[in-house]
């Protein structure tokens, strides 16, 4: 069955860097777009952003244009996000996602605090 795990979140001070990990398996990871969320308490998930199959193009939701960098290694099967500059506001339980069609598939999030 599909699965992906997170890793790397943690506690860092503003202006630090974080890159979390997603090891996904139980699909042909190669084959499909992969996505980061984040959700802060209290508001929805958003869309931090999507990287392609091959990883040859990137999006990026606006809040974390320039700071942000996600990427994959298909042959370990292994997207990542590496945050710079954090800010408080990107405190969140981050989310890694894959999509099939209809059918959306979530790890169990890793929460990232940004606070001195």
């Known amino acids: 069955q599909v699965q992906l795990v997170e890793s790397g979140g943690g506690l860092v001070q503003p202006g630090g860097s974080l890159r979390l990990s997603c090891a996904a398996s139980g699909f042909t990871f190669s084959s499909y777009s992969m996505s980061w969320y984040r959700q802060a308490l209290g508001k929805d998930r958003e869309l931090v952003a999507t990287?392609?199959?091959?990883?040859?193009?990137?999006n990026y939701a606006d809040s974390v244009k320039g700071r942000f960098t996600i990427s994959r290694d298909n042959a370990k099967n292994t997207l990542y996000l590496q945050m710079n500059s954090l800010k408080p506001e990107d405190t969140a339980v981050y989310y890694c996602?894959?999509?099939?069609?209809?059918?959306?598939?979530w790890g169990q999030g890793t929460p990232v605090t940004v606070s001195s």
């Open positions: 996602n894959a999509k099939f069609g209809e059918l959306n598939y």
């Open positions: 990287i392609t199959s091959t990883g040859d193009s990137t």
